[in-house]
């Protein structure tokens, strides 16, 4: 037996438990093991009866003198279990609620030890619903009582105490099975625990310093080995493949002359990236690169420039997007800048199947199922690549021989997060906005200033020929019909009793590609002033005329969601605004409503949901393959530092220990992508 195989109990497979135990993400013995405590209880104060005192916290030891089960009429306690229990120094009462089986368990004559809150009443000391077991024999191990008593994350069926009881055998019968597989010398160099010691400790502490210590040993293991396999994969990724080599001094003209074309000046972060980006296309090793930059920071004319060099290279490029709109979007802006010299860019999506030759591609994940001909494919480029699954990105890099391949996303993903996860990635940021950009005013909007509200949006477009976006509620998950009825209600009361002067467009993720294409387009030429939408403009719509995001029930979306929508606005130099409505009176001081207020940047927002949320749900990244950290956490960085300077020591001879190669091969992280 070893400890990645299945769960069984007395040979068989724990059937009964096994859809609960998956609930919890538990399908080995090793699984059950990492169930790590979320607290613990201090049941470790053992006491005699007869010196127990109101209020402790006790754990006591006696001999059971009486235990019955009462019936009571009662509508939530149906029935009561009192027992007594005496030492030698006294005997004070336990009772419990609605739990029958209890008098069975512990008959008059047992010995058993209960813990919990001592109580005062009329009638003397008690203990209500205290956590008890049997005493078998003086030196049989207490789980339940006198101890630091461990308390998991639990789900229905499966209580902490039945958890206990297995993680306890599971220690007993296959603990000598537990070997090692960080080397000696990381453990000495960090006065580290072993591994068998860190798992008893963690579940069953002798001291909660001792409980730290394996927690911290546990915690380093998940991020060193991360690091590790991303170290690994980084590594294979340079021996293996070869690509295509760019000439870029030959046509370093022709760039300089389309960067001057554009409209605008590159910010320097822009520019810095277009020199990183080519700098890896110009070696015969295939680019890995991630390029994040905060909503409008310009990601999408770095992604242009790379295609075109690939273009005037002889190659073609394809580019992905994760929605049909923005896929349009994107084949309009790159058509537009290179069509004219002679680049021919065409597009795949669900609506359109692609006809012609091409040295661009753009389109979305259809392109992937499309019988397309790539003749010479030599760069991918993966918008919002958070929105592709790792399989998705695989097919289509697939499709030529090692392109080189860059993805591009809004979400702040910490430094520290971005090398532990992907160590085989080469990062480039977009550290600030375009010079032109005005901060986004942005307001948390009670319901008494809603019809104010309506008044000012109608005076700014007819004042300052703004255009505005009004977000309808999210009422399901995914585009359900309920929220396209309740945007198409809305937009019926818009247009003939809020603003029957205006012009109003309604758009939804149900929309066939070309209506939806159609609506976009007189949005952006001006033929609407409003644009009515559900929530399916969340990601890199860019129509820089519109000034104004109204979003209603703003409270039932996350900071990062958030943060992209009013990223629709403030992509020109004009002032732009967001409105937040909510009808929700708790909301109007909801932390996260009001920190779309005063905070403007995604990093800065990622800070706040940190605080909010905890280290577990990491601002938007859950959607980037990062994996679930059991014990560790990406906010500290002092464990995250340790495991990285380790994790950099150790691979060079990493063949030498062989239980953690092992152990690196036999894990699947997924997330160390794309590859
Ligand atoms: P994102 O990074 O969110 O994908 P886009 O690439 O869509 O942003 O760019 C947002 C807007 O900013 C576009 O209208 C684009 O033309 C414009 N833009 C890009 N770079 C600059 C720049 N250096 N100066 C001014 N505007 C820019
Ligand atoms: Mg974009």
């Not at 008098?103 to 001592?118: E, F, L, W």
């Not at 073609?316 to 860019?345: C, D, W, Y």
Request: glycine share 6%.
């Amino acid at each position: 037996m070893n400890l990645q195989s299945p769960i069984t109990m007395g040979g068989r497979p724990l059937k009964m438990f096994s859809t609960r135990l998956e609930k919890l993400e538990i399908f080995t013995f090793e699984d059950f093991l990492l169930h790590l405590p979320s607290r613990y209880e201090d049941f470790s104060l053992i006491s005699k009866i007869g010196r127990l005192q109101a209020g402790e916290t006790v754990t006591i030891k006696g001999k059971v003198q009486e235990s019955k089960n009462q019936y009571l009429r009662g509508n939530r306690i149906k029935t009561i279990q009192k027992a007594v229990l005496s030492d030698e120094t006294g005997s004070i009462e336990l009772t419990w609620f609605n739990q029958p089986f209890i008098v069975k368990a512990i008959p008059v004559g047992s010995d058993i030890s209960v813990s919990g809150k001592v109580e005062l009443s009329k009638k003397g000391l008690s203990i209500s619903s205290p956590d008890y077991e049997i005493i078998f024999n003086e030196k049989s191990d207490s789980l339940h009582t006198g101890r630091l008593v461990p308390i998991y994350p639990e789900t229905k069926g499966i209580s902490s105490k039945w958890l206990r009881r297995q993680i306890h055998n599971i220690l007993v019968q296959y603990g000598a099975n537990i070997k090692d597989y960080l080397p000696v010398e990381v453990i000495k160099r960090n006065n580290f625990l072993d591994l068998h010691d860190a798992l008893q400790e963690v579940h069953f502490p002798k001291s909660l310093v001792s409980a730290t210590n394996a927690r911290n040993r546990i915690a380093f293991d998940e991020l060193f080995l991360l690091q590790l396999a991303s170290i690994k994969k980084r590594s294979d990724w340079k021996i293996k493949k070869k690509g295509h080599k760019f000439e870029i001094t030959k046509y370093q003209k022709k760039i300089d002359n389309l960067i001057s074309s554009l409209p605008f000046i590159l910010t320097d972060s822009q520019q810095i990236a277009v020199n990183e980006i080519l700098t890896n296309l110009s070696t015969d090793q295939p680019m890995n690169r991630l390029l994040q930059g905060d909503v409008g920071s310009g990601k999408t004319v770095v992604g242009a420039i790379a295609m075109y060099l690939a273009y005037l290279n002889g190659f073609q490029s394809v580019l992905m997007a994760p929605t049909e709109i923005l896929a349009e979007q994107h084949f309009e802006t790159i058509k537009n800048l290179l069509e004219p010299i002679g680049v021919r860019v065409k597009i795949v999506t669900g609506s359109k199947k692609l006809t012609d030759e091409f040295d661009i591609l753009i389109g979305t994940h259809a392109i992937l199922n499309e019988k397309v001909l790539f003749s010479k494919l030599g760069l991918v480029i993966i918008d919002e690549q958070q929105r592709f699954g790792v399989n998705q990105r695989g097919i289509i890099r697939d499709k030529g021989e090692n392109p080189h391949l860059l993805t591009m996303t809004a979400t702040p993903i910490p430094r520290t997060v971005a090398l532990t996860m992907y160590g085989n990635l080469d990062l480039s940021y977009l550290k600030e906005l375009p010079k032109n950009r005005k901060l986004i005013k942005t307001w948390l909007v009670p319901p008494v200033k809603r019809d104010p509200g309506y008044l000012w949006i109608k005076k700014e477009i007819i004042e300052n020929k703004s255009q505005a976006f009004i977000i309808c509620p999210f009422i399901e998950e995914s585009e359900s019909m309920q929220t396209i009825k309740a945007a198409a209600k809305e937009y019926e009361k818009l247009s003939k009793d809020i603003f029957p002067d205006l012009k109003l467009g309604l758009l939804h993720g149900k929309l066939k590609g070309k209506e939806k294409n159609e609506i976009l387009n007189k949005f952006r030429s001006g033929d609407f002033d409003i644009l009515v939408s559900t929530p399916v403009v969340e990601v890199g719509i860019d129509i820089p005329n519109a000034t104004i995001i109204m979003i209603e029930a703003a409270e039932r979306f996350g900071l990062a969601q958030l943060h992209q929508l009013r990223g629709r606005v403030g992509r020109g130099d004009k002032q732009s605004y967001c409105l937040l409505f909510t009808d929700n009176p708790n909301s109007l001081h909801s932390p996260r409503l009001k920190g779309m207020e005063t905070l403007y940047s995604g990093a800065e927002l990622a800070e706040l949901d940190l605080k909010l949320r905890g280290p577990g749900n990491l601002y938007g990244i859950a959607q980037h393959g990062v994996p679930k950290l059991k014990a560790a956490s990406f906010s500290d960085t002092h464990t995250l530092h340790i495991a990285k300077r380790e994790a950099d020591k150790i691979f060079s001879e990493l063949n030498k220990h062989i239980l953690l190669s092992e152990k690196i091969e036999n894990t699947a992280y997924s997330h160390v992508s794309p590859d």
